[in-house]
């Protein structure tokens, strides 16, 4: 992680689904580190900057919005996106619709490639603001992942408190100066 922030690589990982809430199980691999970057080291624990962390939305708006299966945090899953009937390639070129946090990261990080690849003097770390800022905000109760009927306010469930949002990225995006030099190279011919 510390190489991937040092060489501006934005990193987009599944929050996991167990239904359990990531601040207070822990759930590795993850952001934090303590000290020279190392959980056993002594030191004030931090997180690293370049990390995303997704939850899985169902396709049912209302009190199912949020997948029954995904974990949350309201200080360790940065926001959620589409994890429910994905349509998805599968062995011996098939297809099938599959369900999880590992179907949501790739829709965050598709809409982080479409951001890095018209905006490339945006760095890593304002990828990721831009992303958490540009959510659509989610302000009603929704069924509590991993439970049958406890209803919690969906904007508690991440930092973002809201769903990934493309249309909302990329206006953002233009709007924001990015912060790294791009090189002056000649195009190929």
Not at 66 to 78: H, I, K, L, R
Not at 170 to 182: F, H, N, Q
């Amino acid at each position: 992680i510390k190489y991937a922030e040092k060489n501006d690589v934005l990193l987009i990982h599944a929050a996991g689904n167990s239904g359990q809430d990531n601040d207070s199980t822990d759930n590795f691999p993850n952001d934090t580190y303590k000290g020279k970057g190392f959980l056993f080291f002594k030191g004030k624990e931090k997180n690293y900057k370049n990390w995303i962390e997704v939850g899985a939305l169902n396709f049912e708006n209302g009190e199912n919005l949020s997948a029954t299966f995904s974990n949350y945090g309201e200080n360790n899953v940065d926001l959620f996106a589409p994890g429910v009937m994905i349509y998805s390639t599968t062995p011996d070129d098939n297809y099938e619709p599959l369900q999880g946090t590992s179907m949501a990261a790739p829709v965050v990080a598709g809409v982080a490639s479409v951001l890095r690849s018209y905006f490339p003097s945006l760095t890593a770390v304002q990828v990721k603001n831009i992303l958490m800022a540009s959510v659509v905000k989610q302000d009603h109760k929704v069924i509590k992942p991993g439970t049958k009927d406890e209803m919690v306010p969906f904007s508690k469930l991440s930092v973002a408190g809201g769903v990934v949002n493309a249309e909302k990225a990329i206006k953002l995006a233009k709007m924001t100066k990015g912060k790294k030099k791009l090189s002056k190279t000649k195009p190929r011919a």
